[in-house]
């Protein structure tokens, strides 16, 4: 029960980490909802159930992500960086057999904005539960 009186303090490093990793679980919905077409191919004006899963999914760890941070509790913070790396290293594989998108761009995508802000945000946080 002491880790989770423990209130961390937000540095500029762990702040944008944050935002990489929370904005597009915002940003992602959004496009979905506002531009179905995007997502869905040409013609279709409604969201698929894939889709609005998606946007589901994102929505909950987004507002999930944000009681965290209201919080300031480092090992909810920690959990919540680790299921969003376990999703992610499950959407590059599904994006590559169910969409046919370049493999160059989305290996930069996946790295740059999921999995090193992912790592990076991790050891941040696991040097902070264990250092209170």
């Known amino acids: 029960m002491a880790l989770s009186k423990n209130k961390i303090t937000f540095t500029w490093s762990l702040s944008f980490i944050l935002f990489l990793l929370i904005s597009p679980m915002f940003f992602g919905p959004l496009i979905a909802l506002l531009n179905p077409e995007f997502f869905e191919g040409a013609g279709d004006t409604f969201l698929s159930l894939g889709s609005t899963l998606f946007v ?42 169910f969409r046919e ?32």
């Open 56 to 97: 589901a999914r994102n929505l909950a760890i987004g507002f999930a992500f944000i009681f965290a941070i209201y919080l300031r509790s480092a090992s909810m913070l920690f959990i919540l960086i680790f299921v969003r790396l376990i999703t992610d290293l499950i959407d590059f594989p599904a994006f590559q057999i």
């Open 101 to 132: 998108s370049p493999l160059f761009g989305q290996i930069i995508i996946f790295t740059a904005l999921c999995y090193l802000p992912a790592f990076f945000g991790l050891r941040i946080l696991w040097k902070e539960i264990k250092n209170p």
